[in-house]
């Protein structure tokens, strides 16, 4: 009986994670032009925007910018890089915040906010619609 | 947490060199205030005992109450003070029922935190007791997939925070992110006595707790060493019976009062979360090495996620590892009069060796993230206590019976801000 139970959960999980399979392309990690970060895998931009890694893996700080609650942009992104729902990174930051132990992101209006406070500070990295890449920033080559 | 918003501009503002002297004089921008809760009610098969989630819970459903919102309904609030870049305050206050049955506020955290590096920080004041893996969040409904997380492994131990210091520190070891955390402090709790009535006192001193997080991607493993000194006096006056029948007596108060006491937990866990489905299970051991005995306890848990949907299940156990009676004092030899007083004393000491919970849980439940910053829960227990105990069941009744099984239903709309 408890075997049978154990074998129904772990099908109904392999559903759920066949159904998890695709993904978007159209938002990009970016960095300011002048940073030496070039690539990055899913995983390390996931922990510097979820506050679990505060350095690039060169040993520099980095500075995660997000973008608004409920904006299309921050949803693809959340689901690409962390594969977590807007519920789940709200549910993700009320178990840091209530502990006093963290602060989320700091948040910028829009894309065009995250490209400008890239500019000027070469710690920073953000994540903007694919459209919006220009000379100012350098998109994070993502493994 | 909307009003963090204007935190995060400033802080946005700041960053990006624009309007940083504004920024930085304007106090109330270093202010933010969120707050969480729960409103639920639980019902229980079991009407000739209350079914009591921790230590802490004077009543709950089933003889009390038919329907009662006591087990999971609270409210907190919490201040933030970004002093400085490096200089956090944080003050936490709850309120739930209490251990008198009364809703008073009660102070949850209220810490000062120094960044000495974005890796390295340090706190003072009252901070989260770190024991299980949602310890930091156990309250915090919202967070968590479960109407509230396994009773048999989280009522181990139910203490959530501690006075004095802590620091944790961060790096990376190989793939994984590696925080080491360390604590040292004190508590002191109220409780109701569970065999007796009334109210108990414990002091737990030395508080020392050492937690290791290995995060890499969706996995997440944990370890954890706790000891404390505990002292319950409400133990004494059988102790202190005990003492007055020679060394006999005196060698079974010192094996099983509580003064003092090195109470010392273990605990490991792993989680695994690629946001489509989740699993999780925790094992953890608490021996305080006295009359309240040795007890382990896991659970295993998994759920998917279907859009807004999130079904679970869980499977939770909590068993005893010490000895459930012991013979006492032996009676033979002794005047009639003075038989009588110690066979009583022996029926008090068996009494509360055998107050132990040890059962079975088998949950199943539902999540519904309805709207933004609520979530709406569904849950079934189906309890069976382990043959001639009580399980987590109190407020015991002519009628109930140990062992035997209870199914406990549970909602609850649980919501942040």
């Known amino acids: ?90 549910a ?35 994540y903007i619609d694919s459209t919006l890449v220009d000379e100012s920033v350098r998109v994070v080559s993502m493994k | ?99 008198d049955d009364t809703y008073k506020p009660e102070v949850e955290w209220a810490n000062l935190k120094y960044d000495i590096t974005p890796d390295l920080s340090v706190r003072a004041g009252r901070t989260v007791l770190p024991v299980f893996m949602v310890t930091d969040s156990r309250k915090v409904g919202y967070a968590n997939p479960w109407v509230r997380p396994p009773v048999e492994v989280y009522g181990l131990v139910p203490l959530t925070h501690s006075d004095g210091i802590d620091g944790s520190f961060r790096w990376p070891i190989g793939a994984f992110n590696n925080t080491f955390q360390a604590t040292y402090g004190r508590a002191d709790i109220k409780f109701p006595l569970p065999v007796s009535g009334g109210v108990g006192d414990a002091k737990v001193r030395d508080i020392l707790a050492l937690v290791d997080t290995l995060e890499h991607g969706f996995l997440t493993l944990r370890l954890n060493y706790g000891q404390a000194k505990l002292t319950i006096d409400a133990f004494d006056p059988l102790f202190n019976a005990f003492r007055q029948f020679g060394p006999a007596g ?70 005893v590892d010490s000895a459930t009676s012991d013979p006492g004092l032996p009676l033979a030899g002794l005047p009639p009069q003075l038989a009588q007083t110690v066979a009583i004393l022996n029926g008090a000491l068996n009494a509360q060796l055998s107050f132990v919970p040890a059962q079975t849980t088998w949950s199943a439940g539902v999540r519904w993230d309805a709207w933004r910053s609520v979530a709406l829960k569904a849950q079934y227990d189906h309890v069976r206590r382990d043959q001639g105990t009580n399980g987590t069941f109190g407020n015991i009744q002519p009628g109930f019976q140990p062992g035997g099984s209870a199914n406990i239903f549970s909602v609850a709309a649980d919501f942040v801000f």
């Open chain 2, 1 to 99: 947490m909307t009003s963090n918003r204007m935190l995060r501009i400033a802080f946005a503002a700041a960053l990006g060199h624009a309007t940083l002297a504004a920024a930085d004089d304007d106090w109330m921008s270093r202010f933010s205030f969120s707050g969480y809760g729960t409103l639920g009610v639980v019902r229980s098969s079991e009407r000739n005992a209350d079914y009591l989630v921790d230590q802490f819970k004077p009543t709950g459903p089933g003889f009390t109450h038919e329907w009662s919102p006591d087990v999971d309904s609270r409210l907190a609030g919490q201040m933030t003070l970004k002093v400085s870049q490096s200089l956090t305050g944080v003050v936490q206050v709850i309120v739930q029922q209490r251990y």
């Open chain 1, 1 to 90: 009986m408890k075997a049978r139970v154990l074998i129904g959960l772990s099908a109904l999980l392999l559903l759920a994670s066949i159904e998890s399979g695709a993904r978007a392309e159209d938002v990009v990690a970016v960095v300011s032009a002048k940073s030496p970060v070039t690539s990055l895998t899913q995983s390390q931009v996931a922990d510097i925007f979820l506050g679990k890694a505060s350095r690039f893996p060169d040993g520099t700080q980095a500075i995660p910018i997000d973008q608004p609650e409920d904006t299309p942009v921050r949803d693809r992104f959340y689901t690409q890089v962390a594969g977590k729902s807007p519920a789940q990174v709200k």
């Open chain 2, 250 to 319: 005196a060698s079974i108060a010192d094996r099983f009062e509580l003064k003092d006491r090195r109470a010392e937990f273990v605990g490991a866990g792993v989680g695994y979360d690629p946001g489509a489905w989740f699993a999780i299970a925790e094992w953890a051991q608490f021996d305080t090495h006295s009359v309240v005995g040795k007890r382990s306890a896991w659970y295993v848990s998994g759920g998917a996620r279907l859009g807004a949907l999130t079904p679970y299940a869980t499977y939770s156990r909590v068993k």
């Open chain 1, 92 to 126: 993700y930051w009320s178990k840091i915040i209530f502990t006093g132990r963290g602060q989320p992101p700091v948040q910028a209006a829009n894309g065009v906010e995250v490209k400008k406070m890239i500019a000027q500070n070469p710690a920073a990295i953000g």
